[in-house]
């Protein structure tokens, strides 16, 4: 889910067309944090690459605290993160299932499934509108809703070090009240 919350849905609209002036593609959106240590995460990466460096932080966090100053979607003072979505990425979009095939994922449902809510394995893939994914200790591949997926995100491995052109992932911080 690349926004949960009414409050991240809207940060969400109003920055996605400001990152695709800069070439970015928003990954995820997050507010996490309490009344008096607020943080409004936003995770992107370049649209022709998918890397996202300091640089690219650095531009998208500037070009997009205007917008949310104007929008003012979240109340009282917060810290604005730009970041990369980093090597351990969220899979937010259905694209990503089959872009990562071959990699493994942590998946985390909205619904239990055979008792459980968490589960690991390697990604096969898409089939329609449902994740492949071979689980650990499974002897089949299953099939998972993308639907159902609350949360999930590629564990860290050689082959993902390996792809990494990138070592260099940025962040920017700023706070505002």
Not at 71 to 91: F, K, M, N, Q, T
Request: a negative charge.
């Amino acid at each position: 889910m690349r926004a949960r919350t009414a409050i991240e849905k809207t940060v969400l609209q109003a920055i996605e067309p400001v990152a695709a002036q800069l070439g970015l593609v928003v990954v995820r959106v997050r507010l996490f944090g309490r009344e008096k240590r607020k943080v409004l995460q936003v995770m992107a990466e370049r649209a022709e690459d998918h890397q996202m460096g300091i640089k690219d932080c650095t531009a998208l966090s500037r070009a997009i605290s205007a917008v949310i100053d104007v929008e003012d979607p979240v109340p009282g003072a917060y810290e604005l993160e730009v970041s990369s979505p980093g090597i351990e990425r969220p899979l937010t979009v259905l694209d990503d299932y089959e872009r990562w095939s071959g990699h493994v994922a942590k998946l985390e449902l909205d619904r239990l499934v055979e008792g459980r809510r968490r589960f690991k394995g390697v990604l096969g893939g898409i089939e329609g509108d449902r994740i492949i994914i071979d689980l650990e200790g499974e002897e089949t591949s299953a099939l998972m809703p993308f639907d159902w997926i609350s949360e999930a995100h590629l564990v860290m491995s050689d082959a993902l070090l390996k792809l990494n052109k990138n070592p260099e992932q940025g962040l920017a911080k700023e706070t505002k009240t």
